[in-house]
């Protein structure tokens, strides 16, 4: 039977199928649905992990244990479980071991663009790339079979419009596997010097045989054409260069490490010019010109952002496509994402900003708080970063600068990678400001719960992590909570903390306005006989807040009576109505 | 059947997507080999979204380019101006007429532009204008917005009725059914 599936369903699908039993991941835009589709199989244990280092070193215990295992994750995911990665190419598997990465060229959500291809090249770990729905289910599942094989991980690596396309996937049956046996073997999995001298002869052993496997498996196929042209791609850029170029030959790579030398030595004699169209890196192209191979890659296209049909059309055949002429005498306003009407993080950013602080912001929604009008952060590198990034600052700039410093962190972020940030400033002396958003959900990429929700990912009740006795524990004296909807207390809790000379933690409760359990009521209308124009509520940089015609406007259709604006008016202008 | 290619654009939190998940499934009840591509995190919040549906005896990419597409469905003014030149030249632009201030013009920044319709039509291209959020109303609720534009949608298409209709059956929740229907008759019958 076919279904229409995202890519992530698919590669969720070739999981349940393949007779995995455990899965451990970290939310990440484009992975998420991969883990929260397997979480509704009951056959399967899945869970979300605290983060990305964690989720691996569970699903690699899983493994030893005989426990065919899968992990997803972003691509930045990727570079948090680097340390085990590594190590684990040494130790191999024992239950077939998967590991899912999903790339986003242009950045669609992330906050940077890297190539994952060159994790498997370093760490020596075999890499497939699916570039439809029903490939990423058939890749995954061949993937457990060549993992026990080979004995090592198999990489999957995701692209966004892999990952969030949806196409058919023919849906098939579970298998289920039995646990292979687990026998004790220090030489295999314990990686001691002695050890490792020995597993690395292994691994470059492995190296030539999975060197072999690339030249015969079905996953890198030729597809003779003319041969005036010649493509090799793989992954999504394979379906734009066979829409962009029919009639052209292709070498399609469903293996990207390694590469099939001998196999791409065959096509490239076979056309007459020869390319390689790959998004990101040259990575395929590099390996194609150290075989002493011409071709033409990156001189055509960008190491940037996304192709497209067009733009490969272009490239190669010269064709130019007429658009429609479109120019307006008008400037078209830039539509940025913004925070959601009745985010609890917009009350907190309009304090900081009042306040002048800089601070150091981190991975979440709030990243949001940069944009205008908010304008309340200062840098922001990647998960759990502004605790540390705070006391660098102060220990660069000095005590006196740390009293208008803060570091906001969201909840999920904070268990994620901001603990040990945090040990760091109490330890080494620091007296920055940490504050953490705690809405109750990690938000951004879709409400997955997390270790201070006390839901699991089945939303199973169990042990909360309570943030005021973990960062007292840490050795923080001063722990606050505030809601950051009472702007004027939370104005004031800030400022005392700031000022403190130690370290300490503001907890700004409140949940996300999009979870079902929050329920404002009404709406709020301007009484524009008491509204003085002054243009405050305009700071908060509410989308259903408007200057219209010389008036301040609500839009009702956006407008969700959350009530802030009533706490940020001095005039008591801002009603609420229909409760 | 040679491909066809329908973009969908609108504001985070429009509903793009449930729009885009009726007319996939629509697609796939007809035989046709179908691709979706969406937008998550980040550029939902409230941002300008796109969602692009392709369907026909094969499909390769999920995406389209300016140009490309035979229909850009259009849940506000601004995101139809922003995205007209992904529409063919024999194309046509649904645009729901609703205004959404994006923040540069919330803020005061920017003022929004109030005569790229009036040029589209200048310019004689293929544009249907509807007032999906006053329909919406009228079907009970503005969060209908999308599937009166779905209704919209299906009278231009050569696909029947009642497909659309099973589609939509397929999609929304039991409790919203009867106000959805409501709402795609209303786009239907624009």
């Known amino acids: 039977m076919k279904e229409i599936m995202l890519g992530n369903e698919g590669v969720a699908r070739g999981v349940f199928e393949a007779g995995a039993t455990v899965v451990a991941s970290y939310p990440g835009t484009p992975s998420t649905e991969i883990t929260e589709t397997i979480a509704k199989h009951n056959e399967i244990y899945s869970e979300w992990a605290p983060n990305e280092k964690v989720a691996m070193e569970v699903v690699i215990g899983a493994s030893i244990a005989g426990a065919r295992s899968f992990t997803a994750m972003k691509h930045v995911g990727l570079n948090v479980c680097a340390d085990p990665l590594f190590t684990v190419s040494y130790t191999g598997i024992n239950g077939g071991l998967v590991i899912a990465v999903a790339d986003d060229p242009g950045m669609h959500s992330s906050q940077n663009e890297q190539d994952s291809r060159h994790y498997a090249m370093s760490a020596k770990i075999p890499m497939l790339e699916p570039s439809d729905s029903q490939e990423a289910k058939d890749f995954t599942k061949l993937a457990y079979e060549l993992s026990e094989k080979y004995d090592v991980p198999f990489m999957l690596r995701l692209h966004t419009r892999v990952s969030h396309s949806r196409s058919l996937v023919d849906v098939g049956e579970r298998t289920e596997v039995p646990l292979k046996e687990y026998k004790k073997d220090i030489n295999k999995y314990v990686m001691m010097p002695g050890m490792a001298r020995k597993r690395h002869v292994v691994v470059e052993e492995r190296q030539a045989a999975l060197q072999e496997l690339a030249e015969q498996t079905e996953l890198n196929y030729i597809e003779m054409n003319d041969t005036k042209i010649g493509i090799i791609c793989s992954g999504i850029c394979y379906q734009y260069a066979k829409e962009a170029l029919p009639n052209a030959s292709f070498l399609k790579l469903g293996m990207i490490y390694p590469l099939p030398a001998k196999k791409i030595a065959e096509f490239a004699k076979k056309v007459d010019k020869l390319y390689v169209i790959e998004e990101l890196d040259p990575f395929i192209e590099t390996f194609v010109k150290a075989q002493g191979i011409e071709v033409t890659g990156k001189d055509l296209f960008s190491v940037m952002g996304e192709y497209s049909v067009e733009m490969i059309a272009k490239a190669i055949s010269g064709t130019n496509i007429e658009t429609l002429d479109v120019k307006f005498e008008e400037e078209l306003p830039p539509r940025p994402p913004v925070l959601c009407p009745g985010c609890p993080h917009r009350g907190l950013f309009y304090v900081l900003k009042k306040l002048k602080l800089t601070v150091t912001g981190d991975i979440g929604c709030y990243t949001l708080g940069a944009l205008s009008p908010l304008d309340s952060i200062d840098a922001c590198v990647c998960m759990g970063a502004s605790i540390g990034m705070s006391l660098g600052m102060e220990k660069a700039r000095g005590k006196d600068y740390a009293r208008k410093l803060v570091a906001v962190i969201g909840d999920s972020t904070f268990i994620h990678s901001g603990i040990t940030g945090l040990i760091d400033v109490v330890y080494n002396k620091g007296t920055s400001t940490v504050i953490i958003l705690d809405n109750s959900i990690t938000g951004m990429t879709g409400h997955q719960h997390n270790p201070s929700t006390g839901f699991t990912i089945k939303n199973e009740p169990t042990k909360q992590v309570d943030l005021v006795q973990l960062c007292k524990a840490i050795g923080v004296e001063r722990v606050r909570v505030v809601d950051p909807f009472d702007v004027v207390e939370t104005e004031k809790v800030i400022k005392e903390e700031v000022a403190a000379d130690e370290p300490s933690v503001i907890i700004a409760q409140r949940p996300c306005a999009l979870l079902k359990s929050v329920r404002y009521t009404g709406k709020v209308t301007v009484n524009q006989d008491k509204c003085t124009k002054c243009k405050m509520c305009m700071r908060i940089g509410c989308p259903a807040i408007a200057w219209k015609d010389g008036k301040i406007m609500i839009d009702h259709t956006q407008c969700n009576g959350c009530g802030l604006c009533l706490n940020v008016c001095k005039f008591g202008a801002m009603e609420k109505v229909g409760e | ?190």
């Open chain 2, 1 to 190: 059947m040679a491909i066809t290619s329908i973009m969908i654009v609108g504001v985070g939190g429009q509903g793009t997507l449930l729009a885009s998940k009726i007319l996939g499934n629509v697609a796939v009840s007809q035989g046709y080999d179908v691709k979706l591509s969406e937008v998550h995190g980040m550029a939902q919040r409230g941002g300008s979204v796109v969602t692009y549906v392709r369907y026909g005896d094969k499909v390769y990419s999920p995406i389209i380019a300016p140009a490309g597409a035979d229909i850009v469905l259009a849940f506000e003014e601004l995101e139809a101006s922003r995205w007209a030149n992904f529409c063919k030249k024999d194309g046509t632009l649904i645009v729901n007429t609703q205004r959404i201030d994006p923040m540069p013009v919330v803020t005061g920044a920017k003022n929004y532009p109030l005569k790229t319709m009036n040029e589209l039509v200048e310019k004689q291209i293929k544009l249907i204008p509807v007032d999906a959020l006053a329909l919406a109303k009228q079907a009970g609720t503005v969060k209908a917005v999308n599937v009166v534009l779905i209704g919209v949608l299906a009278k231009s298409s050569n696909i029947p009725k009642e497909v659309w209709i099973e589609s939509i059956k397929n999609t929304v929740p039991e409790r919203f059914l009867e106000m959805n229907m409501k709402a795609f008759e209303l786009g239907y019958n624009v």
